[in-house]
């Protein structure tokens, strides 16, 4: 059976007008953890909706938390400070962050969690997350070292240090810092290795915890020490997300239009945000983009790349092997259904050829997305300049962005679905 597809059509003219991003998932995720950890009543204001941020809020009902959602970007979260065993598997999609964050946390449950996801998020790996919990003493197996995961709680964590490889995802990181001040006494949370990918989302990490009254302490570049305090109930704004943003900044960029996110570009705190120097240069971006320490971006970055009076060469790009899918293969394997010969891998590397003399034409490529919200988003980019482009599997974007396509036709992009 064929998916269905959308086609964006090119404008031929400067997209201006205003859009408001989506609150941060990667916020929203977290902050939707701390407040279910907290005992008492906290408001979420400005969070994302989307199938990312549902998967982990029906997690945390399944295990006792009362959360409502009096508007389309509010969540109210009541928790008891603990969470209770849930009754059946906790299912979360291809919620990457929900079901790491969440792997650690239900350390603290006294009995057992299944956590699992769809065939996407059973492919992810899991396991240096879940050496880290067994070295601590917390029974956390999985047959295939990616989800399904078993995690057999004792109802508190008990140890006094947690290490970890953060190398392939910071988001083990995060999930074991989180945990960390639910510990009966003071924990140091510690690297193995001297990487890490994304450090900025740890960075985000920390801000969210001390926003709900956790006390961390930075011992050195690879270990910090969190107090035993648990989490305080509060009230929390989320900042608009950053990747949303990126793929906005390159449609201006790409058409010489104007679009007015309503934030300014230096008020985000996220890593992502570090693309929109890279996109005012198009289109004579560098020569060479490091890409580790802002992963989500690097598929706009690629899709502008291709527009790009020279060729860019995109580097560190380890991580996105593991995300939704394998991103280094899917923009390799996009763009060169758009025009042979547009992309290489070397390695992890990612070698885009640019062509300003694309623009204006027609192609019949289709775009398979595997189902990963950013493909089809950074390729609907391509569609503004190359007509005939048709993208799988639309409804992806829910993932993170689910008014993408109404943002796009808000600036005037006409799109054809099939």
């Not at 064929?2 to 941060?24: C, D, E, N």
């Not at 603990?82 to 990457?96: D, Y």
């Not at 639910?182 to 949370?189: C, I, K, M, P, S």
Request: with cysteine; hydrophobic share 45%; proline share 6%.
């Amino acid at each position: 059976m064929s998916l269905p597809t959308v086609t964006v059509v090119p404008p031929g003219i400067p997209l201006q007008g205003r859009v408001a991003p989506p609150g941060s998932k990667s916020i929203t995720n977290r902050a939707l953890l701390l407040a279910a950890l907290a005992k008492g009543t906290s408001r979420l204001s400005g969070a994302l909706k989307s199938d990312d941020t549902r998967h982990m809020s029906e997690a945390l009902r399944q295990m006792g938390v009362t959360i409502e959602e009096p508007d389309a970007t509010t969540f109210v979260v009541t928790g008891s400070g603990k969470l209770q065993p849930p009754t059946a598997p906790l299912f979360f999609g291809n919620a990457g962050t929900a079901v790491r964050f969440l792997t650690a946390a239900v350390a603290t449950v006294q009995g057992e969690v299944v956590l699992d996801g769809d065939a996407y998020m059973q492919k992810r790996p899991i396991g240096p997350l879940l050496e880290a919990l067994c070295t601590a003493g917390v029974e956390a197996t999985s047959p295939t070292g990616c989800p399904p995961v078993t995690v057999h709680g004792q109802g508190a964590l008990r140890v006094g240090r947690l290490e970890i490889d953060g190398g392939l995802s910071s988001q083990y990181v995060s999930a074991l810092l989180m945990l960390a001040a639910l510990g009966e006494a003071g924990v140091e949370v510690a690297l193995t290795g001297k990487d890490i990918g994304a450090r900025g989302y740890v960075d985000l990490t920390l801000a969210c915890m001390k926003a709900f009254g956790a006390q961390v302490q930075v011992l050195d570049d690879s270990t910090w020490r969190v107090a035993a305090t648990g989490y305080t109930a509060t009230d929390y704004l989320i900042e608009p997300d950053a990747s949303a943003a990126t793929y906005l900044w390159a449609a201006e960029a790409l058409t010489e239009g104007r679009i007015d996110l309503g934030v300014a570009n230096d008020a985000f705190t996220q890593p992502d945000a570090e693309a929109q120097a890279h996109i005012a240069r198009f289109p004579r971006m560098d020569a060479v983009i490091d890409g580790s320490q802002m992963q989500d971006a690097i598929p706009t970055l690629a899709v502008l790349a291709a527009f790009n009076t020279t060729p860019v060469r995109f580097t560190q790009l380890a991580n996105l092997r593991v995300k939704e899918c394998d991103r280094v293969q899917a923009l390799y394997d996009g763009l060169n259904a758009i025009r042979p010969g547009l992309a290489t891998v070397e390695g992890d590397d990612l070698l885009v050829a640019a062509d300003p003399s694309l623009a204006g034409t027609v192609t019949d490529a289709v775009i398979d997305t595997h189902s990963d919200h950013r493909m089809a988003m950074c390729f609907a980019l391509a569609g503004l300049k190359v007509a005939g482009i048709r993208i799988q599997d639309p409804a992806c974007v829910g993932k993170t962005y689910p008014a993408y396509w109404d943002a796009l036709r808000g600036l005037g992009v006409k799109l054809a679905f099939a």
